[in-house]
């Protein structure tokens, strides 16, 4: 089973939120999930992110890939 470090989608119409989760790369995007380790809010000028650096950092130690777009949110904010 691999393991992915992913967007779940999360708010209303043309309103996005996202969660930073862990979850299998078969599970459907907003379906389920392993862990919530964060938030993504693209909305405001400054787009807020909160990210548990210490649970990120355990997941990548067991393997779990972050895909591009977390990637390059974690590169920015953490």
Not at 50 to 71: C, F, H, M, N, S
Request: hydrophobic share 35%.
């Amino acid at each position: 089973m691999a393991v992915k470090i992913r967007l779940a989608r999360g708010g209303r119409k043309k309103r996005p939120f996202y969660r930073i989760v862990v979850a299998s790369s078969e599970a459907p995007r907003d379906g389920r999930f392993i862990e919530r380790i964060g938030t993504y809010n693209p909305l405001p000028q400054v787009a807020e992110v909160q990210l548990d650096k210490e649970r990120l950092q355990y997941w990548i130690g067991q393997g779990a890939k972050p895909t591009d777009t977390v990637a390059n949110i974690i590169k920015k904010h953490g």
